[in-house]
């Protein structure tokens, strides 16, 4: 019988060494890569978190503006001023368009409302009369007349989180 000896360390490579060393740097950047995939899930979760809080704050201050609206409110006759805006002239834009309207201290107002310390900002402009459209034609002879021609507001409201999600709600009120 041949007895088999280990081989003496001079005559060893070291392959298994060079082979675990590159399993393990394979699993380091799997493991990398993973987690950079759940850091990003986790700020799109996030950010979709706080868009829908300034949502939910712009439709506050939208209900809050139609509030405005319905006491048909003193317009200036030209821009806006605390809220409430001119109608613009034919071809122009409307002053809440301007890039830096809601920026600085362009005739905008605060509403009151807050949702998670996003406090929406909004304009009521005149919007023109119309016709309205829950006018209907009545059989009852003893019932109100209807009032066709409502005045229109177009009411603009911005609501900006701290991290930057934006919201810009738009609504047309009527008001006999």
Not at 36 to 62: C, D, H, K, S, W
Not at 113 to 126: G, H, K, L, S
Request: include cysteine.
């Amino acid at each position: 019988m041949r007895n088999i000896q280990p081989p003496r360390p001079a005559q060893q490579r070291g392959a298994a060494l060079v082979v675990v060393l590159l399993l393990l740097l394979i699993v380091t950047l799997l493991g990398l890569a993973s987690m950079r995939g759940t850091i990003l899930q986790e700020r799109m979760a996030a950010n979709t978190v706080t868009r829908a809080m300034a949502f939910q704050a712009a439709e506050a201050g939208l209900r809050e503006a139609e509030g405005v609206a319905s006491g048909k409110p003193g317009l200036p006759s030209s821009g806006c001023s605390n809220g409430a805006c001119a109608r613009a002239a034919s071809g122009q834009a409307a002053a809440w368009e301007a890039d830096d309207f809601w920026d600085t201290a362009g005739g905008w107002r605060l509403a009151a409302a807050a949702t998670n310390d996003i406090r929406p900002q909004f304009v009521v402009e005149d919007f023109g009369r119309g016709v309205s459209s829950s006018c209907t034609n009545n059989l009852d002879m003893s019932a109100d007349e209807c009032t066709s021609q409502m005045q229109v507001y177009r009411i603009t409201v911005h609501s900006r989180a701290s991290n930057g999600a934006e919201v810009l709600l738009q609504s047309l009120y009527e008001v006999q």
